[in-house]
C-alpha cells in the first residue's frame, strides 16, 4: 500500500484547510481503517481522526473535535482532513496511515501497517 499526503501550507490562525491522502496498491480498501497523526516539533506523535474505509464510521481526537472532520472518496481512494478554525497548537507535520488489524482503538499507531510521507501545516497566530 503507498499513501500519498497532500494539502498542507501554511495558514493564519482562524483558517481552514483540507488534508488529502491518496491511497494505491490494493484492489480494494474495504478493510482498511485510514488515521491521520500528527507530530510537532519536540513533540511526539499524535493521533488526529481515523475512519473505516467501507462504512465510514469515525473517531477524533477530543482537541480536534468539531473542528476537524474526516472524510473518504471510495471512487477516488482519498480520505480527506478538513481542517477549520486551525489554532497555532495544530502545527505539525500531518501524516495519513492505514492498516487492518486493530484493538480496541484506532488511535494507536502502532497498529497502522502503512503510512505516508507526512506534510506540513503551519497556522501563525
Do not use: H
Not at 477530543?62 to 472532520?69: A, C, E, P, Q, Y
Amino acid at each position: 500500500v503507498q499513501l500519498q499526503a497532500s494539502g498542507g501550507g501554511l495558514v493564519q490562525a482562524g483558517d481552514s484547510l483540507r488534508l488529502s491522502c491518496a491511497a494505491s496498491g490494493r484492489s480494494t480498501f474495504t478493510n482498511y481503517v485510514f488515521g491521520w497523526f500528527r507530530q510537532a516539533p519536540g513533540k511526539e506523535r499524535e493521533f488526529v481522526a481515523a475512519i473505516t474505509y467501507n462504512l465510514g464510521t469515525t473517531s477524533y481526537a477530543d482537541s480536534v473535535k468539531g473542528r476537524f472532520t474526516i472524510s473518504r472518496d471510495r471512487a477516488k481512494n482519498t480520505v480527506y482532513l478538513q481542517m477549520n478554525s486551525l489554532k497555532p497548537d495544530d502545527t505539525a507535520i500531518y501524516l495519513c496511515a492505514t492498516g487492518t488489524r486493530f484493538g480496541s482503538t484506532w488511535a494507536n499507531e502502532n497498529e497502522y501497517g502503512f503510512w505516508g510521507q507526512g506534510t506540513q501545516v503551519t497556522v501563525s497566530s
